[in-house]
């Protein structure tokens, strides 16, 4: 099956700072992958560029078949818009639209008319069918992502990049959130890529990539909690307690 996003030799310099090193790895359709690694080890540099919303150094990056680095900034920006959908921790609703207006606003900034039976399925999973016309300011934190997550996947992308989706939030609502995005992987065969800090986050997905000094150094097929927190302190150079 073809991945959904391919980077092949990818490097991301920032002046004499190589952010990522000579990356190559594909994203397979129908996956959640989660990406770890200690500050600094190159892994939202690798969501970036891997998303299209950065051009690697060298390397390629092809997403929906496109080489994304001969892109103009417009290009890219309607390639994102047909195969990629985005979860931030901050949520990025604009608090003077409803959660309704909010789900939908990418999709008619985009020319796109919503296809409202497949948002009524997406509200329904996320249990926000009573708070289609509220303000985000009156959702929880949990809430808000849930809407959050009803938007990244409105247009149907091939792949949703969730970046920290669950930084923000209480023990709770994080672990609703990080079932939803499992749910929607296995149930709807969809394809995440999240960045976490988090090693129980990513226990939910079914791989983990390790990265460090902009490599990714392992990929991990569902390691518990405690292998990540111990593989991450020692890449740290913390002493393991």
């Known amino acids: ?59 390629t990056v092809v997403m929906g078949g496109t080489d994304v680095g001969g892109l103009s900034e417009t290009s890219r920006t309607e390639l994102r818009r047909k195969h990629a ?69 409105a247009a149907r ?11 923000a939030l209480d023990l709770h609502s994080a672990g609703q959130v990080l079932d939803l995005l499992r749910e929607l992987v296995d149930e709807l065969g969809q394809t995440v890529v999240m960045v976490t800090h988090d090693p129980v986050a990513a226990t939910r997905a079914h791989d983990t990539l390790v990265m460090a000094d902009g490599k990714v150094i392992d990929v991990l097929a569902a390691p518990t909690s405690e292998e990540l927190a111990v593989r991450l302190t020692r890449l740290a150079g913390e002493p393991v307690t």
């Open 1 to 59: 099956m073809t991945p959904v996003v391919t980077l092949n030799r990818v490097t991301k310099r920032y002046g004499d700072l190589v952010a990522l090193d000579d990356v190559t790895l594909a994203f397979p359709r129908g996956r959640f992958v989660a990406v770890m690694g200690p500050s600094g080890s190159g892994k939202s540099t690798l969501l970036q560029c891997a998303a299209a919303l950065d051009r690697p150094t060298s390397g």
């Open 85 to 153: 959908g985005f979860v931030f921790q901050s949520y990025n609703l604009l608090p003077a639209l409803s959660v309704q207006d909010n789900i939908t606003l990418p999709l008619r900034l985009a020319g796109v008319r919503p296809d409202l039976e497949w948002l009524g399925e997406l509200v329904h999973r996320v249990g926000l069918r009573e708070r289609l016309h509220h303000k985000p300011a009156e959702l929880s934190g949990g809430q808000q992502q849930r809407a959050a997550i009803v938007r990244a996947l």
């Open 157 to 167: 992308p091939d792949v949703v990049f969730a970046d920290e989706p669950t930084g």
